[in-house]
């Protein structure tokens, strides 16, 4: 049999990965269990192609070795892991939201820090020199060739190497994160998932987050990730001094694209796509995402609550409550390079449709599950035959 084509083995990843590094054993095993249970799910459950393995098994080396690039900085810098990341900003809730838009937003302040793509595939790479241009350069060509094979993707979520990524691409590298079931179909994995939680992922985190500060120590972290409401204690034990903000938008808005990405990303890895089967899965984990944002609602934990629909009508009054909620300095430096960054794209766009019905969702039976969410926050419905009007900012329409 083909390499390509063979099943995945968590032993023969971990020997591969040390074998490449010259190295005996991991400083921490903890992930193993979680690598196990989500290379069993890929090769009985994902349907993946001979792309789709390779890709796969790529995906998990890359992970693996960047643990053991963490814990080889750790051998003579053991201080790291000592190292305080204070009070760091989180902003999630409902996907496809404007959160990208916001976060991107709010990163023009050269005061604010987030993990960019190029960190995220090489965390310990040089950060200056010809090094560091020929890693930039590396991630550029991988991010090429799966525009080739996901040509829908960057429409809908564009990448490039310097841009800021999601936390679940941190936490992915101890192998506890959804974006592995927003990749492949592995139901087995995600069900284990919410039955263990992701408190091993936000440790994880945080010390990811320690060997980047380290680098570019001064900054406040503002991370980003629509996944981060399914572990909301977690990441609060991890960080218990966070600032949560949460946006707030029609669920049959976002349903219609999640469903639409979900399927442009796992289409080239696997070898058959079940759209009725992606549309009961991201509506029934929207639900729960709800029902969770409700109960912490009601706990009394400090949270700011944005909508879509007011961040579109003025991002910077929506960046200015961000900074009044965590305490910062809304300096006119970072006003400027915020305006500034609106300018250059204004235009009227279209929005996009997404066809809930074939993902076998109902609008109707939508809304009715939906109503206690867009009661308890407010939240504005759309008209899926609206324009969104004076669109500043490319990338909006694709958090």
């Known amino acids: 049999m083909s390499r390509f084509a063979s099943p995945l083995r968590a032993d023969e990843l971990l020997q591969a990965t040390l074998r490449h590094a010259g190295r005996n054993d991991f400083h921490d095993l903890s992930f193993l269990p979680a690598l196990e249970r989500l290379v069993e799910a890929c090769n009985e459950e994902a349907s993946l192609s001979p792309m789709g393995l390779h890709a796969a098994r790529l995906d998990f080396l890359r992970c693996l070795r960047n643990v053991l690039r963490l814990d080889a900085v750790e051998a003579t810098v053991p201080q790291i892991r000592s190292r305080p990341i204070e009070a760091p900003v989180f902003i999630t809730g409902m996907p496809r939201s404007g959160t990208t838009f916001l976060h991107r937003l709010i990163l023009r302040d050269t005061k604010a820090a987030a993990p960019r793509l190029h960190q995220l595939v090489f965390p310990t790479a040089p950060t200056a020199g010809g090094a560091a241009v020929l890693v930039k350069s590396w991630v550029c060509l991988q991010l090429t ?189 970072a006003q400027e390079r915020m305006w500034r960054s609106l300018q250059p794209s204004r235009r009227i766009q279209r929005r996009r449709r997404y066809e809930l019905a074939e993902y076998g969702l109902d609008r109707g039976t939508l809304r009715e599950q939906f109503t206690s969410y867009v009661k308890a926050f407010d939240v504005d419905l759309e008209d899926e035959d609206s324009v969104l009007e004076d669109r500043r900012v490319v990338s909006f329409q694709h958090g």
């Not at 992915?172 to 069900?191: C, G, M, Q």
Request: glycine share 4%.
């Open 145 to 333: 060739l799966f525009r080739l094979f996901a040509p829908e993707l960057h429409a809908l979520h564009p990448l490039s190497v310097s841009a800021p990524e999601e936390c679940t691409d941190i936490i992915a590298h101890v192998f506890k994160s959804l974006r592995f079931d927003s990749i492949y179909r592995v139901p087995s994995y995600r069900a284990w998932l919410q039955r263990t939680g992701l408190l091993d992922g936000y440790r994880f985190h945080k010390r990811f987050l320690q060997h980047l500060d380290a680098r570019e120590p001064g900054r406040r972290w503002v991370l980003k990730s629509p996944d981060h409401i399914f572990a909301l204690g977690e990441l609060l034990k991890v960080y218990p001094d966070a600032h949560l903000v949460f946006v707030h938008r029609d669920p049959l808005r976002v349903l219609g694209s999640v469903t639409k990405l979900t399927e442009v990303l796992r289409r080239p890895f696997s070898r058959n796509i079940d759209r009725v089967e992606i549309g009961r899965e991201v509506s029934a984990a929207w639900l729960e995402g709800a029902r969770r944002m409700r109960e912490l609602a009601a706990s009394g934990t400090r949270v700011l609550h944005l909508h879509y629909v007011d961040i579109v009508r003025d991002p910077l009054d929506a960046v200015q409550a961000v900074y009044e909620h965590c305490n910062l300095p809304f300096t006119e430096e």
